[in-house]
């Protein structure tokens, strides 16, 4: 018989950040119990090209950095910070299971395995089921982490037709003289990205685009003093934007005239989002494909024809298709983040999945009974249309000003590795009049802010 303080279901970002922090602030003992062979989550089953969409400073968990705060000096992301590659991602949590986790004598470790409830822990190798009691709480998280090759095409394929994975791309991509990426969010964008960067002349590329996506712009989202005028000053047009728009369409053409959203064709409206960044380069590259097709989802890929929602387009047989359609998290509704003997861990900052894993378990080693921690906690669904795009800031903002009326965990959350705090060297565009103008209109706008966002979402004009 197992016994633990903390039973915790997956060794990915969200698992691995709660526990980092708990080591860190408190005396309890875990367990972690996860499907995947080695710790990183979904990183495991991602393809080799995949990359962080947002800076190395913001991932991870609080005890040790990811990367070395490099700006990178070329490529789709020169002149910003560092985005790891999904290996470095793997190779960080691996070792920090191994050099800070495991030696703690604080956690046990259980990979291939799965938690089948009601206290019953099963290998998926052997079979064996062991038991196990949590004196405190079961950790679990209503994130559902999916990549393309983890599951199954949702539509018919005929005999003949060439269908892979992102993971496979790199093998057999070489040959092919025609490429399809189906899919029209993050993955299908690196897809397209990968494939120009390899040599592939956009001509021989078709995109099959379901929904357009919003997408943030990676320039606005840049951690440091280094990046200040231009992230605090991209966070004070967002405030302007959001007090100001008379409609939620009022309010995306003023972001985007703003450049703190981005699209790849400006011509056709998005209306999906789901948080993901991109630079400026990259919508420049993946502009260059020019054989777009939205008719919606596939149904059906022939030998002569692709059949989806809105009609169907002639196929290639020397076509090899590149299946992006999985997605990245699937949302789920909200619950309680606190409730009873268990904690569901959920976004409650918007965009920082690491930094609301360490929050949760930093409200958790708080003296505060369940309802003022929940009152803490309030989390964000992950958005998915783009009217998601003004609950995500409307419950952010809330959030924010919630932990901004607490001297401790305003002082927490602004010294925190994850907020992006210590990242770059001294910087004195962030102490000028400029600087001192930016952080008067934050605090200027911010109730104006979230005051609007909840009249549009109350109206849905």
């Given at each position: 018989m197992l016994s633990t303080d903390y039973l915790i279901i997956g060794s990915g970002a969200i698992g691995m950040g709660f526990a980092d922090q708990m080591l860190t602030e408190t005396d309890a003992d875990m367990i972690i119990v996860d499907r995947h062979h080695l710790p990183g989550g979904h990183w495991n089953d991602a393809y080799s090209f995949v990359r962080l969409h947002q800076p190395a400073a913001f991932y991870g968990v609080g005890s040790r950095p990811l990367g070395?705060?490099?700006?990178?000096?070329?490529?789709?992301?020169?002149?910003?910070?560092?985005?790891?590659?999904?290996?470095?991602?793997?190779s960080y949590y691996g070792r920090l299971m191994q050099e800070r986790f495991l030696p703690s004598g604080r956690i046990k470790y259980f990979p291939m395995s799965e938690y089948l409830g009601e206290g019953r822990i099963r290998s998926l190798l052997s079979g064996?089921?062991?038991?196990?009691?949590?004196?405190?709480?079961?950790?679990?998280?209503?994130?559902?982490?999916q990549v393309p090759s983890t599951h199954p095409p949702s539509f018919e394929v005929a005999e003949g037709v060439r269908l892979v994975t992102p993971n496979a791309l790199p093998a057999v991509g070489p040959g092919y003289a025609h490429y399809v990426i189906l899919g029209g969010g993050k993955t299908a964008m690196d897809v397209g990205v990968w494939l120009l960067q390899m040599g592939a002349r956009p001509e021989t590329i078709r995109w099959i685009v379901p929904r357009d996506s919003w997408l943030m712009n990676r320039e606005v989202t840049q951690p440091g003093e280094a990046f200040f005028l231009r992230a605090a000053g991209g966070q004070l047009k967002q405030f302007e934007a959001a007090s100001a728009a008379a409609s939620t369409d009022d309010l995306f053409a003023r972001l985007a005239q703003a450049r703190q959203i981005l699209c790849v064709d400006p011509a056709v409206r998005p209306s999906k989002f789901s948080g993901a960044t991109i630079s400026a380069h990259e919508i420049g590259m993946l502009a260059t494909i020019k054989d777009v097709v939205r008719k919606g989802y596939v149904q059906r890929?022939?030998?002569?024809?692709?059949?989806?929602?809105?009609?169907?387009?002639?196929?290639?047989?020397?076509?090899?298709?590149?299946?992006?359609?999985?997605k990245a998290f699937t949302s789920r509704p909200t619950v309680p983040v606190f409730d009873g003997d268990r904690i569901t861990v959920q976004l409650v900052r918007g965009g920082l999945t690491c930094l609301s894993a360490a929050f949760v378990a930093h409200v958790e080693s708080m003296d505060r009974n369940e309802a003022e921690k929940n009152e803490l906690c309030a989390p964000i669904l992950l958005p998915s249309t783009d009217v998601d795009l003004l609950r995500w800031m409307l419950a952010d903002l809330r959030n924010a000003r919630r932990w901004g009326a607490d001297k401790d965990l305003r002082r927490w959350v602004q010294e925190h590795r994850l907020s992006g705090a210590g990242v770059g060297s001294a910087d004195e565009s962030a102490r000028g009049a400029e600087a001192d103008r930016i952080r008067a209109g934050l605090r200027e706008l911010r109730p104006k802010a979230e005051a609007n966002l909840a009249r549009l979402l109350d109206g849905r004009c």
């Open positions: 070395t705060d490099r700006i990178d000096e070329t490529g789709f992301n020169k002149g910003y910070y560092e985005l790891p590659s999904g290996a470095d991602v793997l064996a089921v062991q038991e196990v009691t949590f004196r405190k709480r079961l950790v679990t998280t209503c994130f559902d982490s890929i022939g030998r002569d024809a692709i059949e989806l929602e809105g009609g169907q387009v002639p196929s290639r047989a020397d076509s090899l298709y590149i299946d992006c359609t999985g």
